[in-house]
């Protein structure tokens, strides 16, 4: 028997429809919370045990005896939309390669799910009908797609399976690539899969997206279930920052027959329909939070900054929460990470224990943020190069740029904070220990995230709490100016 080869390539990106730059070439080319731009065998070596879909596929596909042909991979954070001069060059690199590859006989592509360009909508469905376009309609194309895809027709339609992340934070993302490599072996025997594609009619927040918590504790059971009779259902809960018409949550269902698949689908939507009211959409005023931190707890509580995410398109230099925990003389308090190249840069020149006056955050021209202007102890300073150690990014190495560790002086409230030169979601403690600070030390630690640092900094936790912080990532979406979505808010919106 032949053995069968398998080109493979990634192109990623999450695209905040609102937020404040785009996402050019040079963004995909560098590294940040993952590598920079990757061609060839690279693809295979410099992913390789990390938890990314390209690094679980590439192993389940070489022990399963698959010959693979790495293209490319890249990512970019996520930011306002992609250039059209990014998405083309991307887009004709990776179609280059798979015409140059020779005789493949199927694609795996590590994609996102939620790309929106300066000129298409919907970037991942073109992406998946150039490539059927160029291997034509019998090559099976297999995907992996984040558990926030916005998922259209058009996706669906031109790839034979579509694999989604099953957890937020994304702890399985290696095993969601793995996952396309049986169904790969499926196709390649001649077993026809029919799928069925169902919208669920309601947005979900991101921040209510949590699957450790009801409802998405109970609703990402069914996969497993439907599983053992022989159906693949996958569930995407959608991303609300792209103003796209396919927003919000869906499941593609893949089957033997039509109506398995169809029926199968119907009960996934009847779920999320019945158990809508469950939805934890709450999120603390600034007042709130205060008040919050004056509660004695033997664990810290944790406020998550959720609409300055960077890894939602947010600036991750808003003030709102920093300018409240002054204001209410907080105590013992670590934040981060504040994207701040310039204060960052003052304090390397002012040198470790130095005092020095800086303007933290704002520099990002968001309308309504102004800085903090204050004075500045300098604890620590470093490269940026961050090991994480946390499960979801494991292995990893994030890239900050200058760093440094600030403690706020000349106030009564108590704040230590790290602003870095390069954006990067909070997500990990080693955000912090790599600097020199350990978030168990104190009472209060806030983190510019949505939910990904739940899988890190809840363990140490006493309590979490969204804190609703002006910021260029709306979680209350009844302020989202949306144009293009028709999808109604989730009954619970203003609980």
């Given at each position: 028997?032949?053995?069968?080869?398998?080109?493979?390539?990634?192109?990623?990106?999450?695209?905040?429809?609102?937020?404040?730059?785009?996402?050019?070439?040079?963004?995909?080319?560098?590294?940040?919370?993952?590598?920079?731009?990757?061609?060839?065998?690279?693809?295979?070596?410099?992913?390789?045990?990390?938890?990314?879909?390209?690094?679980?596929?590439?192993?389940?596909?070489?022990?399963?005896?698959?010959?693979?042909?790495?293209?490319?991979?890249?990512?970019?954070?996520?930011?306002?939309?992609?250039?059209?001069?990014?998405?083309?060059?991307?887009?004709?690199?990776?179609?280059?390669?798979?015409?140059?590859?020779?005789?493949?006989?199927?694609?795996?592509?590590?994609?996102?799910?939620?790309?929106?360009?300066?000129?298409?909508?919907?970037?991942?469905?073109?992406?998946?009908?150039?490539?059927?376009?160029?291997?034509?309609?019998?090559?099976?194309?297999?995907?992996?797609?984040?558990?926030?895809?916005?998922?259209?027709?058009?996706?669906?339609?031109?790839?034979?399976?579509?694999?989604?992340?099953?957890?937020?934070?994304?702890?399985?993302?290696?095993?969601?690539?793995?996952?396309?490599?049986?169904?790969?072996?499926?196709?390649?025997?001649?077993?026809?899969?029919?799928?069925?594609?169902?919208?669920?009619?309601?947005?979900?927040?991101?921040h209510a997206q949590y699957t450790g918590a009801p409802p998405f504790d109970e609703i990402y059971q069914v996969p497993a279930r439907l599983e053992q009779q022989g159906i693949l259902a996958e569930i995407?809960?959608?991303?609300?920052?792209?103003?796209?018409?396919?927003?919000?949550?869906?499941?593609?269902?893949?089957?033997?027959?039509?109506?398995?698949?169809?029926?199968?689908?119907?009960?996934?939507?009847?779920?999320?329909?019945?158990?809508?009211?469950?939805?934890?959409?709450?999120?603390?005023?600034?007042?709130?939070?205060?008040l919050t931190c004056r509660q004695s707890r033997k664990k810290p509580v944790v406020l998550a900054d959720v609409q300055d995410n960077a890894g939602a398109g947010g600036t991750s230099d808003t003030t709102g929460l920093l300018a409240a925990l002054i204001e209410g003389g907080t105590k013992s308090v670590l934040m981060g990470l504040f994207h701040d190249p310039e204060s960052a840069e003052q304090a390397h020149a002012a040198g470790e224990g130095a005092m020095v006056k800086l303007a933290i955050g704002a520099k990002s021209n968001l309308a309504g943020h102004v800085p903090i202007k204050a004075e500045f102890e300098v604890l620590a300073l470093g490269d940026g190069t961050c090991r994480y150690t946390g499960e979801m990014y494991g292995g990893g190495v994030a890239t900050l740029g200058k760093t440094a560790a600030l403690r706020l002086v000349g106030f009564e409230a108590e704040i230590d904070l790290v602003v870095t030169s390069l954006p990067n979601q909070c997500l990990d403690r080693a955000h912090f220990t790599h600097i020199g600070l350990d978030p168990t030390h104190y009472s209060v630690v806030c983190v510019k995230s949505t939910t990904h640092f739940r899988a890190d900094f809840e363990p140490i936790a006493a309590d979490v709490f969204a804190v609703s912080a002006p910021g260029a990532f709306l979680c209350n979406l009844e302020q989202v100016p949306y144009s293009n979505v028709s999808t109604r808010l989730p009954n619970t919106a203003n609980r």
């Open positions: 028997m032949t053995t069968k080869r398998i080109a493979i390539a990634g192109f990623q990106h999450e695209t905040n429809c609102f937020g404040v730059s785009k996402a050019g070439l040079h963004k995909f080319e560098m590294a940040d919370s993952w590598p920079g731009m990757l061609h060839g065998s690279q693809v295979i070596l410099e992913t390789d045990g990390m938890n990314l879909p390209v690094a679980g596929f590439a192993a389940a596909a070489a022990a399963a005896g698959f010959e693979i042909e790495p293209i490319l991979w890249c990512s970019a954070e996520p930011s306002a939309h992609v250039t059209d001069h990014a998405f083309e060059t991307i887009c004709g690199k990776l179609l280059d390669g798979i015409k140059e590859a020779g005789h493949i006989d199927g694609v795996f592509l590590d994609l996102h799910g939620a790309m929106v360009t300066e000129n298409l909508a919907d970037g991942e469905g073109e992406i998946l009908r150039r490539v059927r376009e160029a291997v034509g309609p019998k090559i099976p194309v297999v995907a992996s797609l984040d558990l926030h895809a916005n998922i259209s027709a058009q996706m669906v339609e031109h790839a034979d399976y579509l694999s989604i992340f099953r957890t937020y934070p994304h702890l399985d993302m290696a095993e969601t690539g793995a996952r396309c490599v049986p169904v790969l072996q499926c196709l390649f025997d001649g077993e026809t899969l029919f799928k069925a594609f169902r919208a669920v009619p309601y947005l979900i927040p991101l995407a809960l959608g991303f609300t920052a792209a103003d796209f018409p396919d927003t919000g949550p869906s499941c593609v269902v893949y089957a033997a027959t039509a109506n398995k698949a169809a029926a199968a689908a119907d009960e996934i939507v009847n779920l999320f329909m019945a158990r809508e009211a469950d939805l934890d959409c709450s999120m603390l005023s600034l007042e709130e939070a205060v």
